[in-house]
């Protein structure tokens, strides 16, 4: 079993950064894909990124390419996810998530294990 829990998550101005944290525990997810997903009341969950066990290769949705940025320490079992130039409809509650296998995935329901989430909250 692996446990993921996120932090980082707040209020901020549009325009300015946060940056949040997946901490797992309970079995090393050094050979797990990662990713970070988003979601508001009333719709499903998005992808936002995703990132190789090796931090390698990263992915990114269109609408957060060139202002997130997601990367991993294997060593503190932990992801990352840089978020700069917020804008208002980044708000959301955002969740990491594990998943074993090698390759990145965009489907939610292919994850394995999932964080209780961080509420980010950006103010215009």
């Known amino acids: 079993q692996v446990q993921l829990v996120e932090s980082g998550g707040g209020l901020v101005q549009a325009g300015g950064s946060l940056r949040l944290s997946c901490a797992a525990s309970?079995?090393?997810?050094?050979?797990?894909?990662m990713g970070w997903f988003r979601q508001v009341p009333g719709k499903e969950r998005e992808f936002v990124a995703g990132?190789?066990?090796?931090?390698?290769?990263?992915y990114y949705a269109d609408s957060v390419k060139g202002r997130f940025t997601i990367s991993r320490d294997n060593a503190k079992n932990t992801v990352y996810l840089q978020m700069n130039s917020l804008k208002p409809e980044d708000t959301a509650v955002y969740y990491c998530a594990a998943i074993r296998a090698v390759v990145l995935t965009t489907n939610p329901s292919a994850y394995d294990y999932w964080g209780q989430g961080t509420q980010v909250t950006v103010s215009s």
């Open positions: 309970g079995r090393t997810v050094s050979t797990y894909a």
């Open positions: 990132i190789r066990w090796s931090g390698g290769s990263t």
